[in-house]
Nanobody
């Protein structure tokens, strides 16, 4: 059984930066696609960024494009999300996800949520 554990969340001022990390253990799908989602209070969980198995292909939602960077280290079995120029509307619980079956970022973006393994989430609050 895979376990995904996020870290790095916290309180940051608008315009600031944070880097989230996700460490996988167990049956870790180390060579599968991984991604980040977020869920703000009262809203549905939404896709943020995805990365393919090699780390050479990435995909972002429009609001993250140009501000966020997803990366991975397969040797350490980690995936990270560096977030710059943060805005109050980025406030949410951020979840790491791993595809159970695929290596392409499409296996994160287009997969039914039940096809993904999830972490427990880490809170990001952007506020002055």
């Amino acid at each position: 059984q895979v376990q995904l554990v996020e870290s790095g969340g916290g309180l940051v001022q608008p315009g600031g930066s944070l880097t989230l990390s996700c460490a996988a253990s167990g049956r870790s799908f180390s060579n599968n696609a991984k991604g980040w989602f977020r869920q703000a209070p009262g809203k549905e969980r939404e896709f943020v960024a995805a990365i393919n198995w090699s780390g050479h292909s990435t995909y972002y939602t429009d609001s993250a494009q140009g501000r966020f960077t997803i990366s991975r280290d397969n040797a350490k079995n980690t995936v990270s999300l560096t977030m710059n120029r943060l805005k109050p509307e980025d406030t949410a619980v951020y979840y790491c996800a791993a595809s159970r079956t695929g290596q392409s970022f499409g296996d994160i973006v287009q997969a039914p949520r039940d096809n993904l393994e999830w972490g427990q989430g880490t809170q990001v609050t952007v506020s002055s």
